[in-house]
């Protein structure tokens, strides 16, 4: 079970290096946000398999701080990042 | 070689590689997109070496609130960036890649040359747990035997704020720090915020209390909370109180003033300042962690607020 | 008994794996932002959820147990705000490619 469980932890980590490679390509910041994203879902995966593996029951909590953290990425970049400027000072969505 | 070797040596490549492109690549934005993401892989090393504590606060720290700091610090700089000055020179650029290598080779000269096994006081800390009856070694070490350091530390969180609150232009001081978010009510921040941010008061309350025995404390717990006092700011459901608050001020200094009162009474009444009576040991340990996990969270949440830039007076929409 | 529960953890394990290759190979493949979004939320809700679906049996406790699921809620939580955030935006900045 274990070594099964860390390949899965590998795989998932390879997935996370491709999903890197697309916060290089962009094009758009919106896309690489949205690879933040993947890499923070698959990072939350990736903490829970990793901390039955190695036997750390506290990765869970870990894992769930990320959960809880998730969004701040984005929302940050909804209210600052595009609002002000791709936008071209047309206020963001949220912003009315 | 092992399916956990190959693990571990992808684990290192990944962050190394991303570590490096952070550093080369030319835009702002997508070097700090990068640093999160690098944030979150260095949280799964620290559980990989055991350091869950270590991990906890990168998640409760990377994940929030430094995520949110540096996005809008990136934002800024690209309106500035076509006003910069041209690249540096070759000199300059030349000297700083110098002073970077001999600061990589220090490191990882001092890391090789470590005895092994490595000198620690890891055992001791264990075995003196009894002596304030906390399990969790990471908490015994902070409130106990090395207090001072963390006193000090609250101390700086203290000096932070005066640092960032000294930039106020004078027509502002006493009011209100940051911009006033203003978002739909009905939208879709405004709902996460209502929903979320009961969850994130539990998940920060849990964390800093399971910190007595198991990895969690107050500066994590701390931090979660302000990263939902934050969501809930730029939700603008709430409003960051003016700087010219007694009560607000008052919450900025408790942790150190809690924790230099209780240090003095041992001074008076015990063996030596910051020493606990063994009895006593828990509930005060206890009692000033409840303070500074407020004072943690309303500092790292004004912090990231910025300096006071609007009046006193209450938003009227 | 043990037997079934890994098991059950090694099929559900693997098929959230598979959606996270999924969602990485559509955010690398697919043509412009929005389709982005929709490969996205797949590894998000699915990919994650049957991961947490996997560890379930190989849960110690009840509470961690619960934890592992408010996990996923939360992850479905982050997962549906974070769409409609960066859809409205990436309309509204016009860099839909």
Do not use: C
Request: hydrophobic share 55%; net charge neutral; proline share 5%.
């Amino acid at each position: 079970m274990t070594e099964f469980l860390t390949a899965a932890v590998g795989f998932i980590l390879a997935m996370l290096a491709l999903g890197l490679v697309s916060i290089l390509r962009g094009p758009g910041d919106a896309d690489r946000v949205m690879a933040t994203q993947l890499i923070g879902t698959g990072g939350i995966a990736a903490l829970l398999l990793l901390g039955t593996v190695a036997g750390v029951p506290a990765a869970v909590d870990v894992a769930l701080t990320l959960a809880l953290l998730a969004t701040f990425a984005s929302i940050a970049f909804v209210k600052k990042g595009l609002s002000r400027f791709e936008a071209d000072g047309t206020a963001s969505t949220e912003n009315e | 070689m092992s399916i956990a070797t190959a693990f571990e040596i992808m684990l290192a490549a990944v962050l190394l590689g991303l570590g490096i492109w952070t550093i080369v690549v030319r835009e702002t934005f997508s070097a700090t997109v990068g640093f999160v993401a690098y944030g979150l892989l260095v949280a799964l090393i620290w559980v990989r070496l055991d350091a869950a504590d270590v991990a906890l606060t990168e998640a409760a720290i990377g994940g929030g609130l430094s995520g949110v700091l540096l996005l809008g610090a990136a934002a800024r700089l690209r309106d500035a960036e076509p006003m910069a000055e041209a690249a540096p020179g070759k000199l300059l650029r030349a000297t700083a890649a110098a002073l970077s290598v001999l600061t990589t080779a220090t490191l990882a000269g001092t890391v090789l040359l470590l005895p092994d096994p490595a000198p620690s006081l890891a055992p001791a800390s264990v075995a003196n747990a009894w002596a304030t009856g906390l399990s969790n070694p990471v908490t015994n070490v902070l409130m106990a035997f090395r207090a001072m350091d963390t006193m000090l530390e609250k101390v700086v969180l203290v000096l932070a704020i005066v640092g960032v609150w000294s930039l106020a232009p004078d027509s502002a001081w006493g009011g209100r720090p940051g911009p006033r978010h203003r978002a739909d009510p009905y939208g879709v921040l405004a709902f996460l915020a209502r929903l979320l941010s009961p969850v994130g008061i539990v998940v920060g309350i849990y964390v800093f209390w399971t910190g007595a025995n198991h990895p969690g404390g107050a500066f994590q717990g701390g931090a979660i909370l302000a990263s939902m006092w934050l969501l809930a700011t730029m939700a603008g459901l709430a409003d960051a109180p003016p700087v010219s608050s007694r009560p607000l001020r008052l919450i900025l200094v408790a942790g150190s003033g809690l924790f230099l009162i209780v240090g003095l009474a041992g001074l008076l009444f015990g063996a030596a300042f910051l020493s606990y009576a063994p009895a006593l040991a828990k509930p005060l340990i206890l009692g000033i962690e409840v303070a500074m996990v407020l004072t943690i969270a309303t500092t790292l949440g004004l912090l990231l607020s910025g300096a006071p830039e609007r009046s006193a007076e209450p938003w009227a929409p | 008994m043990s037997l079934v529960r890994d098991m059950i953890s090694i099929a559900a394990v693997s098929a959230g794996a598979f959606f996270f290759l999924a969602g990485t190979v559509g955010l690398l493949r697919f043509p412009d932002t929005l389709t982005r979004l929709h490969a996205l939320t797949k590894a998000d809700n699915l990919g994650l959820g049957l991961v947490v679906l996997g560890l379930l049996p190989q849960a110690d406790s009840l509470r961690d147990a619960l934890k592992l699921v408010s996990i996923w809620l939360l992850g479905l939580l982050a997962g549906a705000t974070v769409s409609q955030l960066i859809a409205r935006a990436a309309r509204q900045g016009g860099s839909i490619r």
